[in-house]
């Protein structure tokens, strides 16, 4: 039987950001930690995964949506940034066997689903994933959010995936732990500090009390300065359910222009 895999939520950085530089109040370096994280999580692993399932903050449908496509092209789903950067390239293969048991596992729980066999890689894969993996070897099957951003209702679909970290396939939320672009590049912590605080205090929580909170986190302290809308934190929204009765922590923080960044870990 294989080890059993951990859920995890990464934050996945600012468009290309680990391939160029950011101005101030980022700096040169402002990534490298992040970097450093992402590089080491597959030897932090039980044991090298059969796959990994990545719910992506950057892919939003009507209904779940997995990826079935074998072989993901690439998809450049940012904008205005240097040349170079479009010319990233992750060649991981697609596990459209595997992405065929997520979907079986979502209709078994009673959610709606859909797939999708043509659908690349966006940012929230390629860009942590050409550092998590850079031989592109480990196959990635992407899971969509439901675009209606439903906390609990993504909490359920986490649930429902709990037994493919049983399977040899690690499930990782890509998104960040705190994303408003407009203050982003203002400097100072704002509500950053407050509201990872909150985040930690949750993920540490019993399953119970995670979820309840978690269901509820637009009334945590800061949430909605951290999170004008909330795509890049439901996420771990999925992670959490698929968490189960798995010890959550902080995996990584970071202060990186000026907000502070976590990921989070259950395993």
């Known amino acids: 039987m ?32 992040l970097r450093a994280y992402l590089a080491g999580l597959v030897d932090s692993l039980p044991e090298r995964p059969k796959a990994f399932l990545v719910v992506t903050a950057h892919w939003e449908a009507a209904q779940p949506t997995v990826s079935l496509n074998p072989k993901p092209d690439m998809l450049y789903d940012y904008y205005g940034f240097p040349d170079h950067t479009y010319r990233l390239n992750y060649p991981a293969p697609g596990a459209p066997e595997i992405g065929a048991e997520v979907k079986r596992l979502i209709e078994a729980a009673g959610l709606p689903v859909a797939t ?65 672009l407009r203050s982003f590049f203002a400097g100072g912590d704002g509500a950053s500090k407050t509201f990872d605080a909150w985040l930690d205090e949750t993920a540490k929580a019993p399953a119970p009390e995670r979820e309840a909170r978690l269901a509820a986190w637009d009334k945590a302290p800061g949430a909605r300065l951290c999170h004008p809308r909330e795509e890049h934190l439901i996420p771990l929204m999925v992670v959490a359910g698929a968490a189960g009765d798995s010890e959550g922590q902080n995996a990584f923080r970071d202060v990186i222009g000026g907000k502070t960044i976590s990921a989070f870990e259950f395993r």
Do not use: N, T
């Open 2 to 33: 294989p080890a059993r895999q951990p859920a995890i939520f990464i934050p996945h950085g600012g468009g290309p950001c680990f391939w160029m530089e950011f101005p101030p109040p980022f700096g040169p370096h402002a990534w490298d930690r």
């Open 116 to 180: 999708d066999a043509s659908r690349g890689f966006d940012h929230g894969v390629f860009v942590p994933f050409l550092i998590v993996d850079p031989k592109a070897e480990i196959p990635v099957v992407m899971l969509s959010l439901r675009k209606d951003l439903d906390a609990a209702f993504h909490i359920k679909l986490g649930k429902a995936l709990a037994p493919l970290r049983d399977q040899g396939v690690a499930i990782v939320g890509s998104g960040m732990s705190y994303h408003d």
